[in-house]
């Protein structure tokens, strides 16, 4: 099973040489300190940063750099600053090849609600409804269940959405899986756990394929 750092470390793994990438809020921004060393990424943040990097050491920090979710960050030498008009130009206009976004819940149809539980206060939807309306290509990393247990991935999601059919991979603390017309593909499952308790964690329709390989990190 994996842990949130995990997680962002199997995800690096699909960022490739050359991309624009926008990381949402929680287990996506880990992701910056899991690229490889030898590729070229730029990082872009809807509040107006292109550029970003890891994560500052402690002492280190600039309460001035901060991204969409307020936590602190570097930047990576030519990164620059710009106005949310401009950020969410880039956004709009599908300048951004991959979107990493956190969920509460995914459908087997790939819709995601990741924003709102009715009866709790929030800021609002941020902008993640941008993304999700503009996006190609988002991978959702998250848990497989919830603190309950009860399965996340499901047939319908019961929250309010933030995107409808706009989900293409999956990354949980679990396994891999693509969202297809069927339902949920699995690729891959995480080290130590069967395909077995997968089936069990996950509510929508699950396709399994032959064997299904351990994932490398």
């Known amino acids: 099973m994996l842990d949130k750092n995990g997680i962002a470390k199997r995800i690096a793994k699909e960022v490739q040489d050359g991309y624009y990438v926008n990381l949402g809020i929680g287990i996506p921004t880990l992701v910056a300190n899991f690229v490889q060393e030898d590729i070229n990424v730029e990082f872009q943040s ?18 001035d750099i901060i991204n969409a979710g307020k936590q602190t960050i570097t930047t990576m030498p030519g990164a620059s600053f710009f106005d949310s008009v401009t950020s969410f130009g880039m956004i709009r206009g599908q300048h951004v090849d991959l979107t990493i976004l956190g969920a509460m819940e995914v459908s ?110």
């Open 46 to 63: 809807e509040n107006g940063v292109l550029g970003m990097g890891p994560f500052p050491f402690e002492g280190e920090e600039d309460a």
């Open 108 to 217: 087997e149809t790939g819709d995601i609600a990741n924003w709102k539980i009715p009866g709790k206060m929030v800021k609002g939807m941020g902008g993640a409804m941008d993304l999700v309306a503009s996006a190609e290509n988002i991978i959702v990393a998250m848990m497989h269940t919830n603190r309950a247990g009860a399965p996340k991935l499901l047939k319908k999601c019961s929250l309010p959405l933030t995107g409808v059919a706009c989900v293409k991979k999956i990354v949980t603390n679990l396994a891999v899986l693509e969202v297809v017309k069927e339902g949920f593909k699995l690729l891959e499952r995480a080290p130590g756990i069967s395909v077995d308790e997968i089936i069990k964690a996950t509510e929508g329709n699950l396709i399994i394929d032959g064997e299904i390989p351990e994932m490398v990190l």
